[in-house]
């Protein structure tokens, strides 16, 4: 049995058509804002996590924000990163000093971690997403 050759694809304009006089205010629309155009630089490597905790609240990152973590980034000093100590992810500063890594809170007062051969960096911490009060 023969079969049909697959139909031509028809494109469906996403605009309407008008059967009256346009609006002058559709000159100035602009198109829906997508958070991942603005925040997402490498789609594929890139992840939304919820914060819980205040260790980084000297780096505006509060309990409950929502960080943007992208994986393809190069981690470097002073950047903030997601690591995965043990079972647990953790959301710290990076500090280098000779030839040692360190994952620093913001602000002073929690314990300063070493990171070790068995800690995993997820990825840089590129963006930050909080409520106002």
Same mark, same amino acid.
């Given at each position: 049995m023969r079969e049909d050759p697959p139909k031509p694809r028809v494109i469906f304009w996403p605009q309407p058509v008008f059967a009256g006089f346009p609006s002058p205010g559709d000159d100035y629309l602009e198109p829906a804002l997508d958070i991942h155009d603005l925040v997402v630089a490498h789609p594929l490597t890139t992840f939304f996590l919820r914060v819980s905790g205040d260790s980084m609240t000297g780096a505006?990152?509060?309990?409950?924000? /929502? /960080?943007?973590?992208?994986?393809?980034?190069? !981690?470097?000093?002073? %950047?903030? !990163? /997601? !690591?995965?100590?043990?079972?647990?992810?953790?959301? %710290?500063? /990076? %500090?280098?000093?000779q030839r040692k890594i360190f994952l620093h809170p913001d602000p002073p007062g929690y314990p300063v971690l070493e990171l070790h051969k068995d800690d995993e960096i997820w990825g840089v911490v590129t963006h930050c997403l909080h409520r106002l009060p």
């Open positions: 505006c990152i509060a309990d409950q924000d /929502v /960080v943007v973590v992208d994986r393809a980034l190069t !981690v470097a000093h002073n %950047k903030i !990163v /997601v !690591v995965l100590v043990g079972e647990h992810l953790l959301l %710290k500063r /990076v %500090k280098v000093t």
